[in-house]
Protein backbone atom coordinates (compact mmCIF):
# COMPACT_ATOMS: atom_id res chain seq x y z
CA UNK A 1 0.00 0.00 0.00
CA UNK A 2 1.18 3.36 -0.86
CA UNK A 3 1.94 5.84 1.68
CA UNK A 4 0.76 9.28 1.55
CA UNK A 5 3.29 12.07 1.81
CA UNK A 6 1.73 14.83 4.00
CA UNK A 7 3.25 18.66 3.48
CA UNK A 8 5.26 19.71 6.50
CA UNK A 9 3.65 22.32 7.55
CA UNK A 10 7.32 23.48 9.57
CA UNK A 11 8.53 23.56 5.33
CA UNK A 12 5.83 25.41 4.45
CA UNK A 13 6.20 28.39 7.57
CA UNK A 14 9.74 28.55 6.81
CA UNK A 15 9.02 29.67 2.99
CA UNK A 16 6.59 32.22 4.53
CA UNK A 17 9.63 33.37 6.78
CA UNK A 18 11.86 33.28 4.15
CA UNK A 19 9.64 35.76 1.75
CA UNK A 20 8.65 37.93 4.62
CA UNK A 21 12.44 38.43 5.31
CA UNK A 22 13.11 39.55 1.69
CA UNK A 23 10.32 41.39 1.78
CA UNK A 24 11.14 42.83 5.03
CA UNK A 25 14.69 43.68 3.56
CA UNK A 26 13.45 44.93 0.98
CA UNK A 27 11.52 47.97 2.16
CA UNK A 28 14.70 48.35 4.31
CA UNK A 29 16.79 49.13 1.14
CA UNK A 30 14.26 50.93 -0.98
CA UNK A 31 13.69 53.23 2.82
CA UNK A 32 17.45 54.00 2.15
CA UNK A 33 18.04 54.17 -1.27
CA UNK A 34 14.53 56.20 -2.21
CA UNK A 35 16.21 59.71 -0.79
CA UNK A 36 19.33 59.29 -2.83
CA UNK A 37 17.50 58.41 -5.87
CA UNK A 38 14.34 61.40 -5.52
CA UNK A 39 17.64 63.95 -5.01
CA UNK A 40 19.18 62.77 -8.09
CA UNK A 41 15.88 63.01 -10.13
CA UNK A 42 15.30 66.58 -8.55
CA UNK A 43 19.12 67.30 -9.47
CA UNK A 44 17.74 67.21 -13.19
CA UNK A 45 13.99 69.12 -12.99
CA UNK A 46 14.22 72.19 -14.66
CA UNK A 47 11.95 73.62 -12.27
CA UNK A 48 13.38 75.63 -9.16
CA UNK A 49 10.99 74.29 -6.58
CA UNK A 50 10.61 69.89 -6.70
CA UNK A 51 7.90 68.95 -8.08
CA UNK A 52 6.20 65.51 -9.54
CA UNK A 53 5.62 65.27 -12.25
CA UNK A 54 8.41 67.15 -12.77
CA UNK A 55 8.79 70.12 -15.43
CA UNK A 56 11.10 68.56 -18.23
CA UNK A 57 15.23 67.87 -17.49
CA UNK A 58 17.86 70.06 -17.60
CA UNK A 59 21.16 70.50 -16.60
CA UNK A 60 21.46 74.09 -15.91
CA UNK A 61 22.13 73.21 -12.03
CA UNK A 62 25.12 71.11 -12.82
CA UNK A 63 26.32 74.35 -14.85
CA UNK A 64 25.29 76.56 -11.86
CA UNK A 65 27.82 74.95 -9.37
CA UNK A 66 30.47 75.64 -12.46
CA UNK A 67 29.74 79.31 -12.76
CA UNK A 68 29.22 80.05 -9.33
CA UNK A 69 31.76 78.27 -7.57
CA UNK A 70 30.34 78.17 -4.14
CA UNK A 71 29.61 75.00 -3.55
CA UNK A 72 32.19 73.50 -5.34
CA UNK A 73 34.74 75.54 -3.42
CA UNK A 74 33.11 74.10 0.03
CA UNK A 75 33.74 70.93 -1.79
CA UNK A 76 37.05 71.14 -2.44
CA UNK A 77 37.59 72.64 1.11
CA UNK A 78 35.98 69.55 2.33
CA UNK A 79 37.78 66.93 0.55
CA UNK A 80 41.21 68.68 1.92
CA UNK A 81 40.55 68.68 5.42
CA UNK A 82 38.71 65.18 5.77
CA UNK A 83 41.14 62.96 4.81
CA UNK A 84 44.18 64.93 6.36
CA UNK A 85 41.71 65.33 9.39
CA UNK A 86 41.20 61.12 9.35
CA UNK A 87 45.10 60.70 8.91
CA UNK A 88 45.85 62.65 11.95
CA UNK A 89 43.26 61.21 13.82
CA UNK A 90 44.10 57.43 13.41
CA UNK A 91 48.11 58.43 14.06
CA UNK A 92 46.74 60.08 17.24
CA UNK A 93 44.23 56.65 17.72
CA UNK A 94 46.83 54.19 17.02
CA UNK A 95 49.71 55.32 19.22
CA UNK A 96 47.29 55.74 21.75
CA UNK A 97 45.57 52.21 21.30
CA UNK A 98 48.21 50.91 21.29
CA UNK A 99 49.78 52.77 24.54
CA UNK A 100 46.73 51.63 26.05
CA UNK A 101 46.99 48.01 24.82
CA UNK A 102 50.46 47.48 25.92
CA UNK A 103 51.25 49.33 28.59
CA UNK A 104 50.04 49.16 32.27
CA UNK A 105 50.68 52.73 33.81
CA UNK A 106 49.31 55.04 36.61
CA UNK A 107 46.51 57.23 35.52
CA UNK A 108 45.42 54.87 32.41
CA UNK A 109 41.68 55.08 33.43
CA UNK A 110 42.06 59.00 33.57
CA UNK A 111 43.73 58.71 30.29
CA UNK A 112 40.94 56.91 28.66
CA UNK A 113 38.33 58.51 29.73
CA UNK A 114 40.17 62.07 28.49
CA UNK A 115 40.73 60.77 25.29
CA UNK A 116 36.83 59.85 24.75
CA UNK A 117 36.34 63.41 26.42
CA UNK A 118 35.77 65.39 22.99
CA UNK A 119 32.54 63.10 21.74
CA UNK A 120 30.78 63.26 25.26
CA UNK A 121 30.63 67.05 25.18
CA UNK A 122 28.22 69.16 23.05
CA UNK A 123 29.37 70.61 19.85
CA UNK A 124 28.29 73.69 20.24
CA UNK A 125 30.33 73.96 23.65
CA UNK A 126 33.37 72.99 21.44
CA UNK A 127 32.68 75.19 19.00
CA UNK A 128 32.39 77.97 20.80
CA UNK A 129 35.69 76.80 23.25
CA UNK A 130 37.63 76.20 19.85
CA UNK A 131 36.90 79.78 18.11
CA UNK A 132 37.82 81.42 21.55
CA UNK A 133 41.03 79.27 21.97
CA UNK A 134 42.08 79.99 17.77
CA UNK A 135 41.36 83.31 17.62
CA UNK A 136 43.88 83.82 20.40
CA UNK A 137 46.44 82.13 19.02
CA UNK A 138 45.42 83.39 15.35
CA UNK A 139 44.13 80.47 13.69
CA UNK A 140 40.60 81.66 13.53
CA UNK A 141 38.68 81.40 9.86
CA UNK A 142 41.71 78.45 8.22
CA UNK A 143 41.41 75.48 6.83
CA UNK A 144 44.38 74.54 9.51
CA UNK A 145 41.77 75.56 11.88
CA UNK A 146 39.35 73.11 10.63
CA UNK A 147 42.10 70.30 10.14
CA UNK A 148 42.91 70.80 14.28
CA UNK A 149 39.58 71.10 15.26
CA UNK A 150 38.50 67.83 12.95
CA UNK A 151 41.36 65.84 14.54
CA UNK A 152 40.55 66.40 18.06
CA UNK A 153 36.93 65.37 17.17
CA UNK A 154 37.55 62.35 15.17
CA UNK A 155 40.58 60.39 16.96
CA UNK A 156 38.20 58.49 19.85
CA UNK A 157 36.24 57.15 17.04
CA UNK A 158 39.20 55.72 15.24
CA UNK A 159 40.80 54.80 18.38
CA UNK A 160 37.60 52.58 19.08
CA UNK A 161 38.01 51.26 16.23
CA UNK A 162 41.74 50.57 16.16
CA UNK A 163 41.88 49.19 19.93
CA UNK A 164 39.26 46.49 19.02
CA UNK A 165 41.31 45.50 16.13
CA UNK A 166 44.20 44.99 19.00
CA UNK A 167 42.66 43.22 21.32
CA UNK A 168 41.77 40.50 19.00
CA UNK A 169 46.28 40.29 18.09
CA UNK A 170 47.46 37.55 20.29
CA UNK A 171 50.01 38.77 22.36
CA UNK A 172 52.72 35.64 21.70
CA UNK A 173 53.06 37.28 18.36
CA UNK A 174 54.57 40.02 20.06
CA UNK A 175 56.89 37.53 22.18
CA UNK A 176 57.97 35.66 18.79
CA UNK A 177 59.31 38.64 17.46
CA UNK A 178 61.48 39.35 20.50
CA UNK A 179 62.61 36.25 20.95
CA UNK A 180 63.63 35.94 17.38
CA UNK A 181 65.64 39.52 18.06
CA UNK A 182 63.35 42.11 16.43
CA UNK A 183 63.71 45.42 18.59
CA UNK A 184 60.63 47.38 19.87
CA UNK A 185 60.36 49.33 16.89
CA UNK A 186 60.88 46.51 14.38
CA UNK A 187 57.80 44.53 16.32
CA UNK A 188 55.54 47.27 16.15
CA UNK A 189 56.59 47.99 12.28
CA UNK A 190 56.45 44.56 10.85
CA UNK A 191 54.06 42.90 13.40
CA UNK A 192 51.66 45.13 15.37
CA UNK A 193 50.93 47.41 12.08
CA UNK A 194 50.11 44.87 9.34
CA UNK A 195 47.94 42.79 12.09
CA UNK A 196 46.35 46.20 12.77
CA UNK A 197 45.80 47.53 9.19
CA UNK A 198 42.14 46.78 8.60
CA UNK A 199 41.31 48.45 11.87
CA UNK A 200 43.12 51.51 10.74
CA UNK A 201 41.50 51.28 7.67
CA UNK A 202 37.79 51.23 9.11
CA UNK A 203 38.86 53.80 11.67
CA UNK A 204 39.79 56.10 9.13
CA UNK A 205 36.81 55.61 7.26
CA UNK A 206 34.72 56.54 10.35
CA UNK A 207 36.86 59.27 11.12
CA UNK A 208 36.39 60.69 7.39
CA UNK A 209 32.94 59.85 8.09
CA UNK A 210 32.48 62.15 10.87
CA UNK A 211 34.82 65.16 9.26
CA UNK A 212 32.77 65.46 6.27
CA UNK A 213 29.43 65.72 7.94
CA UNK A 214 30.36 67.86 10.71
CA UNK A 215 28.84 70.87 10.66
CA UNK A 216 28.80 72.79 14.05
CA UNK A 217 32.55 73.45 14.63
CA UNK A 218 33.70 73.92 11.50
CA UNK A 219 30.57 76.95 11.17
CA UNK A 220 32.39 78.19 14.45
CA UNK A 221 35.94 78.11 13.20
CA UNK A 222 36.18 77.90 9.40
CA UNK A 223 35.22 81.67 8.55
CA UNK A 224 35.29 82.19 4.80
CA UNK A 225 36.80 79.27 4.32
CA UNK A 226 33.87 77.08 4.38
CA UNK A 227 33.51 73.30 4.22
CA UNK A 228 30.34 71.72 2.59
CA UNK A 229 27.76 71.51 5.33
CA UNK A 230 28.44 75.06 6.18
CA UNK A 231 28.04 76.43 2.53
CA UNK A 232 24.62 74.25 1.95
CA UNK A 233 23.14 75.75 5.49
CA UNK A 234 24.35 79.11 3.97
CA UNK A 235 22.43 77.71 0.97
CA UNK A 236 19.11 76.77 2.72
CA UNK A 237 18.78 79.67 4.97
CA UNK A 238 18.99 82.33 1.97
CA UNK A 239 16.66 80.33 -0.63
CA UNK A 240 15.66 77.24 -2.13
CA UNK A 241 18.69 76.27 -4.46
CA UNK A 242 18.13 72.89 -7.09
CA UNK A 243 22.00 73.32 -6.77
CA UNK A 244 22.46 71.56 -3.90
CA UNK A 245 20.38 68.52 -4.92
CA UNK A 246 23.53 68.62 -7.76
CA UNK A 247 26.16 68.91 -5.38
CA UNK A 248 25.07 66.02 -3.68
CA UNK A 249 24.40 63.61 -6.64
CA UNK A 250 27.91 64.81 -7.47
CA UNK A 251 29.03 63.59 -3.63
CA UNK A 252 26.59 60.16 -4.03
CA UNK A 253 28.56 59.85 -7.35
CA UNK A 254 32.46 60.48 -6.21
CA UNK A 255 31.54 58.09 -2.71
CA UNK A 256 30.05 55.04 -5.24
CA UNK A 257 33.20 55.57 -7.71
CA UNK A 258 35.60 55.48 -4.38
CA UNK A 259 33.74 52.26 -3.14
CA UNK A 260 34.21 50.89 -6.56
CA UNK A 261 37.53 51.81 -6.61
CA UNK A 262 38.63 50.44 -3.29
CA UNK A 263 37.06 47.01 -4.30
CA UNK A 264 39.03 47.36 -7.69
CA UNK A 265 41.82 47.36 -5.92
CA UNK A 266 41.71 45.50 -2.97
CA UNK A 267 39.56 42.28 -3.67
CA UNK A 268 42.53 41.23 -6.29
CA UNK A 269 45.07 41.31 -3.54
CA UNK A 270 42.64 39.38 -0.98
CA UNK A 271 42.53 36.94 -3.62
CA UNK A 272 45.71 36.20 -3.77
CA UNK A 273 46.65 36.20 -0.64
CA UNK A 274 44.11 33.89 -0.20
CA UNK A 275 44.98 31.31 -3.08
CA UNK A 276 48.53 31.09 -1.44
CA UNK A 277 47.37 30.49 1.85
CA UNK A 278 45.25 27.65 0.60
CA UNK A 279 47.73 26.45 -1.69
Known amino acids: MASVIRPDPLAADGRWWRVAG ?3 MAIGYLFLVLPIATMIVFSFQKGQFASIPGQGW ?3 WYGKLFTDGTLLEALRNSLIVSPLAATGGCILGFLAAYALHRFR ?4 GAFSVLL ?4 LIPPLILGVAFLGLLSRIGLQGQLLSVILTHVVIVTAPAMA ?3 LRLGQMPASLEEAAWDLGATDLQTLYKVVLPFTLPGIAGGWLLAFTFSFDEFIIAWFVSGFEQTLPVAVYAYIVGSVDPSLNAVGSIVFGLS ?10 LFPIL ?5 SATS
Open 105 to 108: FRGQ
Open 161 to 163: VIQ
Open 271 to 275: LSRYR
Open 116 to 119: VLPV
Open 58 to 60: TLQ
Open 256 to 265: VLSLIGVELL
Open 22 to 24: RLY
